[in-house]
């Protein structure tokens, strides 16, 4: 089965950072580029980044860009997001999401700042 | 930034009724454009990639159609587990961006 599980979300201070990582099976991991996708509460989806197969390209969206970096382990099969600086607008569940049309989903970390 | 706009935001429809909802892009995005359901505090689901192509078990009465910056994904015989928020994504150019999404109700 072809899945992806995010942990590492939690409860942070303003200015504070978190480590997020998502774990993906049941595919070739490193054929694919990885990205993360968030949602504030109640709110739409926000593409947050997304990196190269190899980890040669990253990109951001404006407002994380400078504070957030995306990282990927092919070897572990292992996708990861550095968030520091945190704000509270960057309070959202955090999604782990296969190439460039998401699919599939993980079932989300929820990253809370306050 | 493409910004995508989805309409209606909301609908209320029949069990049975056939639901249409419509994306425009601002700009030509060709066909790069997928859509997803959100299930009430799922996680959102893959739906349609490429504009027309239906994901992996994906049931046929969800299509979408359409080219360039008029986008439209069709739910035929809708039912009860239908009721979600649709997405649709385009991924043309960075930053990818998601339309408001369209909430439906029965």
């Known amino acids: 089965e072809v899945q992806v599980v995010e942990s590492g979300g939690g409860l942070v201070q303003p200015g504070g950072s978190l480590r997020l990582s998502c774990v993906a099976s049941?595919?070739?991991?490193?054929?694919?580029?990885m990205s993360w996708v968030r949602q504030a509460p109640g709110k739409g989806l926000e593409w947050v980044a997304n990196i190269k197969e190899d980890g040669s390209e990253r990109y951001y969206v404006d407002s994380v860009r400078g504070r957030f970096t995306i990282s990927r382990d092919n070897a572990k099969n292992s996708l990861y997001l550095q968030m520091d600086s945190l704000r509270a607008e960057d309070a959202a569940v955090y999604y782990c999401a296969r190439d460039f049309y998401f699919d599939p989903w993980g079932q989300g970390t929820l990253v809370t700042v306050s | 930034e493409i910004q995508l706009t989805q309409s209606p935001s909301s609908l209320s429809a029949s069990v049975g009724d056939r639901v249409t909802i419509t994306c425009r892009a601002s700009?030509?995005?060709?066909?790069?454009l997928a859509w997803f359901q959100q299930r009430p505090g799922k996680a959102p689901k893959s739906l349609i990639y490429?504009?027309?192509n239906l994901q992996s078990g994906v049931p046929s009465k969800f299509s979408g159609s359409g080219s360039g910056t008029d986008f439209t994904l069709t739910i035929t015989s809708l039912q009860p587990e239908d009721v979600a928020t649709y997405y649709c994504?385009?991924?043309?150019?960075?930053?990818?961006?998601f339309g408001g999404g369209t909430k439906v109700e029965i």
């Open positions: 490429g504009a027309s």
């Open positions: 049941g595919f070739t991991f490193s054929r694919f580029w």
């Open positions: 700009q030509d995005i060709t066909n790069y």
């Open positions: 994504q385009q991924y043309k150019g960075y930053p990818l961006t």
